[in-house]
């Protein structure tokens, strides 16, 4: 899959997104498990917040990339900058809202705007990306964002790192290794009341919509270890 960012003419004269692929040909052997995970999982099973009924919520994407790195299969992940209105100082997948030139929100516009996010966050450059997958949209109530996970495949690897630090903290990797190792998982216990997965890695703690993604990723693809979720987290009132 070949990603340059670039529009196209159509036949009126006016200006429309390139076509995207998702194409999960030719993957590594240990992510097959997750190319088939995403063609058969459904929103429940992701998660117990799904969109609006009534098409409400901003659209939104983030891309879910892995890679290989020096400790075998990894996750690129970043800090969000403290300053933000939303989910500040949280680790997350790279990500945002849909722009217009992005394109149909109901069609490749979400797999356009990961990408594009990325690049925008990180430095990533999205023709190293093979994107395999796309999530169900999903909901996250707390900011009313819509969110389609959209999985690649860092087939190329490029430099990354924090591209503007008024939105960005840092830019990390996670090897898979750690986020199914046991002791390194965790429930975290919202002030609020509510609780839901986390993973203590990287000198971070990776919790909400983020790691409830990872979570659910590892328990489909078979990669889940047994843990102990009575092992408890607070978060302070500030997150």
Request: proline residues 11%; hydrophobic residues 40%.
């Amino acid at each position: 899959m070949t990603y340059t960012g670039d529009d196209h003419t159509d036949d009126g004269g006016g200006r429309e997104p390139a076509t995207v692929a998702v194409d999960s040909a030719g993957l590594p052997g240990w992510l097959a498990p997750v190319a088939r995970a995403a063609e058969t999982v459904r929103p429940p099973q992701l998660s117990r917040f799904l969109p609006p009924a009534d098409g409400g919520g901003r659209q939104s994407a983030v891309l879910v990339l892995f890679g290989e790195g020096e400790r075998g299969p990894e996750l690129l992940l970043m800090e969000r900058a403290g300053s933000l209105r939303s989910h500040a100082g949280q680790p997350a997948f790279p990500g945002g809202v849909l722009d217009p030139a992005d394109g149909d929100p109901q069609g490749d516009g979400p797999v356009r705007a990961a990408l594009r996010e990325a690049w925008e966050e990180t430095g990533l450059d999205p023709a190293g990306v093979q994107v395999f997958g796309v999530l169900p949209k999903l909901y996250i109530p707390v900011s009313g964002f819509v969110v389609t996970p959209v999985l690649g495949w860092w087939r190329e690897p490029s430099p990354v790192g924090v591209v503007d630090p008024a939105e960005t903290a840092r830019v990390f990797t996670v090897p898979v290794a750690d986020l199914t190792d046991p002791d390194k998982r965790a429930t975290v216990v919202h002030p609020m009341g509510h609780s839901g997965p986390a993973f203590l890695v990287e000198r971070a703690l990776v919790w909400g919509f983020t790691a409830g993604v990872i979570d659910r990723l590892l328990h489909y693809a078979g990669w889940e270890r047994p843990w102990d979720p009575s092992r408890h987290v607070p978060l302070d009132w500030s997150a």
